[in-house]
């Protein structure tokens, strides 16, 4: 894919240099242990909306023993989610849907796979903010790159996420 489709020009992103580390990452994202899917945020413009992140894909992963034995390929659901917790990370800390919220996952529009993620390859995760209605709903593209191929591309749709009542036991009613 040429890089005018891209959503960053990859070429100018220093991936040396980390923005935010998975400790800064937990700071916005609720997702800890194998379910934590991104591994470095590289890359924030807030005056564009743009955000990259990279997943270096271990053989360690959770889905290699079942996905697919003697050939591990990284679930498409998982790219999709590398990608909700990148722009889950950016609207939770720039506020986009509210105070006291985290980006809940609302919807996926228009996803291809366009190839596979094996373990060793590093993912490349971008996603550029389209839509916003303040406390209701974001509007997310996101793009997944290995080795200079888009493998997965799409819209995300964010919702808002009360983080107070989320930490109500379970059973409990929100008077």
């Known amino acids: ?57 271990t053989d360690r992963e959770f889905w290699i023993r079942g996905h697919m034995p003697g050939m591990p390929l990284m679930p498409g659901v998982i790219m999709c989610e590398s990608a909700a917790q990148l722009c889950g990370y950016y609207s939770t800390k720039y506020k986009l849907l509210g105070e006291n919220t985290i980006a809940g996952f609302g919807g996926l529009e228009e996803v291809r796979f366009r190839g596979p993620v094996r373990p060793g390859d590093r993912l490349i995760v971008m996603c550029e903010l389209i839509k916003l209605r303040r406390g209701a709903m974001s509007v997310s593209r996101f793009q997944g790159v290995v080795d200079d191929q888009v493998v997965v591309e799409g819209k995300m749709k964010g919702i808002p996420l009360p983080v107070d009542a989320l930490l109500k036991p379970q059973g409990t009613s929100a008077t």
């Not at 990452?25 to 807030?46: C, G, H, K, S, W």
Request: hydrophobic share 40%; proline share 2%.
């Open 1 to 57: 894919m040429a890089n005018k489709d891209l959503i960053v020009d990859l070429s100018t992103i220093d991936f040396d240099r980390v923005v935010a580390n998975q400790d800064e990452i937990r700071r916005y994202n609720p997702q800890r242990f194998e379910m934590e899917q991104l591994t470095a945020i590289v890359y924030e413009d807030a005056a564009r909306n743009i955000c990259v992140a990279y997943k270096d894909v």
